[in-house]
């Protein structure tokens, strides 16, 4: 399969599969269902024990904030923090630096071998981190990207990626969302028609050109 580099070397971007989201018990923004949660968890485990076989690193991409003001600093989330029927109205809340929904769920993370990226403070994962430094320092040119949500992180992250010419890979069982599935569904056909390839993670273990050679 073509994904448009001569030589595929990936990185994988798990964002924000942390306590904040998937953790039913702690979130502030929680998935719907702790099966939608042990759904993506699961899938995305058993792809990432395959990529830490390839020998690629698996980035952990974490939403910590500081205070409020760097929160409320973006107007759009000002009006979600207002509206009680807001999916996001718990924004001001979220991942606050210390709490318990910024730690990286157990079962995708091996803190021996994976890298965190706790700087994140909006969708695009690029913005206000250290992240392109990282995989420019690493030769990497081809993006797995995972994570929630679907249709805010994942989307602004694909297309940040795809506009500084990364190849982007995106597995659709290992994202989700926290709103209406259709959003879901919507941020794949996004994907899919300008920005970069969606297949599940099964479909791409089975890629010959991603398979580590012998």
């Not at 210390?98 to 994962?125: A, E, H, L």
Request: aromatic share 6%; proline share 5%; net charge neutral.
């Amino acid at each position: 399969m073509n994904f448009g580099v001569d030589k595929v070397k990936a990185a994988v971007i798990a964002i924000d599969l942390h306590r904040g989201h998937m953790d039913l018990s702690v979130a502030t923004m929680p998935v719907k269902t702790q099966a939608q949660a042990d759904r993506v968890l699961g899938n995305a485990a058993k792809l990432f024990a395959w990529c830490r076989e390839q020998n690629w690193p698996i980035i952990h991409l974490v939403t910590t904030y500081r205070d409020v003001p760097e929160i409320r600093s973006n107007p759009f989330w000002r009006t979600r923090a207002d509206d009680p029927h807001a999916t996001r109205k718990n924004v001001e809340r979220h991942n606050l630096q210390g709490s318990p929904g910024c730690t990286v769920m157990s079962q995708v993370i091996d803190p021996k071998k994976d890298w965190i990226v706790n700087t994140k403070k909006r969708y695009d994962c690029f913005v206000g981190t250290d992240l392109d430094f990282t995989l420019k320092a690493h030769g990497i040119n081809t993006l797995i990207i995972t994570g929630v949500n679907t249709n805010s992180c994942v989307l602004s992250t694909v297309a940040a990626a795809c506009s500084k010419d990364y190849a982007v890979i995106v597995p659709s069982d290992c994202v989700d969302t926290m709103d209406d599935p259709s959003l879901h569904d919507a941020a794949l056909l996004c994907i899919r028609t300008a920005l970069g390839f969606v297949m599940t993670s099964s479909e791409m273990m089975s890629v010959n050109e991603l398979k580590k050679s012998p």
